[in-house]
């Protein structure tokens, strides 16, 4: 490498970020993620390896068996490439820290991402898009179409900012980002999330019933009895192990059932 390349810049950084999407294009039993993974990687190899050769080498190193969560890897990526930069720089002969660092981050995010994203944080977004479209007066569809759009935003708002602001995160951080994370804590976050989602349900189940029969609702005493039940109900799931989206499907079933019998 020479002296004036600029190495790995933040343009590259974001190539590799973009490149995080297609993670999962050449998804293969034996290797799981290893060619996405690559691919991802190969712009920080270009930016700091001049020698065509040396530079296959490297991205050789990446091709054994990695799998984690998509959103997730974003983070392994920006670490690896500092890894890898450091030792191309320094022509270090122990270049297979990296891989070891990306084999031992990439459980633990596997763990995180699926409890965060996909059993709590998509419920809950969803939860939220379901409310609007509840609550939104009869006969206005646009103001209903604004429930899938706030699922979609609130979710994709969270995603996509881990996907591409996590390889600058990893790389500035190196590996003080596994301290970065203990100190944040995300399973407390999923069990705050969870909480507020069956907050959510309950409070949207009031309200829809409010709506649908006006009369029977005035009474303060039937009101907070239904709100008090469905929330011991929720709470009592949630201390005997359900999670928030099996608690969400529930009161879908629910609110089908009620419907066809025509209690809705």
């Not at 100190?183 to 989602?197: A, D, E, H, M, T």
Request: hydrophobic share 50%; net charge positive.
């Amino acid at each position: 490498m020479k002296p004036e390349d600029p190495g790995v810049t933040s343009f590259t950084l974001l190539r590799m970020g973009l490149r995080s999407f297609c993670l999962q294009a050449c998804w293969n039993f034996q290797r799981v993620q290893n060619l996405g993974f690559a691919y991802a990687l190969a712009p920080a190899i270009r930016a700091v390896e001049s020698v065509r050769e040396l530079r296959a080498q490297a991205l050789k190193r990446h091709l054994e068996f990695f799998v984690t969560h998509p959103y997730c890897a974003s983070l392994i990526l920006g670490v690896v490439a500092r890894l890898e930069e450091k030792s191309i720089r320094e022509r270090d002969t122990q270049a297979l820290e990296a891989n070891r660092i990306k084999l031992g981050m990439m459980g633990p995010l596997a763990a995180l991402g699926d409890s965060f994203f996909w059993a709590t944080l998509k419920p809950a977004t969803a939860l939220l898009g379901v409310c609007v479209v509840l609550f939104t007066p009869a006969g206005k569809v646009w103001p209903a179409l604004a429930g899938p759009g706030v699922f979609l935003g609130l979710f994709s708002l969270a995603h996509l900012s881990l996907r591409l602001g996590g390889v600058f995160l990893g790389y500035h951080r190196g590996l003080e980002i596994i301290q970065d994370l203990r100190r944040l804590n995300p399973q407390r976050w999923v069990r705050y999330i969870g909480l507020f989602s069956a907050l959510i349900a309950g409070v949207a189940a009031a309200g829809y019933f409010q709506l649908r029969h006006p009369l029977l609702s005035n009474s303060h005493f039937t009101d907070a009895g239904l709100l008090m039940v469905l929330m011991v109900l929720l709470m009592g799931g949630l201390r005997h192990g359900l999670s928030a989206s099996h608690l969400f499907y529930l009161l879908a079933a629910l609110g089908l059932v009620s419907g066809w019998l025509g209690l809705g």
